[in-house]
């Protein structure tokens, strides 16, 4: 596999989308290239980002939160 060939399925190789022969020839060829390495280190640490990203929890505002609470207050009191 050439440089250009593992600039196009890195993301795919990233994602665990390659057949296994495939994914076994990119990872071949990014132990030797010191071109294609650093491209693939910077991706996957920005995957790492996004996945880290999407799995944080992420607060409801604190009036949304007041309103709910305060609705299911009114329900449990069966108003
Ligand atoms: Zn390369």
Redesign the pocket.
């Known amino acids: 596999m050439e440089?250009p060939e593992?600039a196009e399925r890195l993301w795919e190789y990233l994602d665990d989308e390659l057949a296994a022969k495939e994914a076994a020839a990119l990872a071949f060829?990014l132990e030797g290239?010191g071109?294609?390495r650093p491209h693939y280190r910077c991706d996957r640490a920005f995957l790492v980002l996004v996945v880290r990203s999407l799995r944080a929890p992420c607060p409801a505002p604190a009036r949304l939160r007041m309103v709910v609470r305060a609705r299911l207050d009114e329900l449990r009191a069966g108003r």
């Open positions: 440089c593992v060829h290239c071109h294609c």
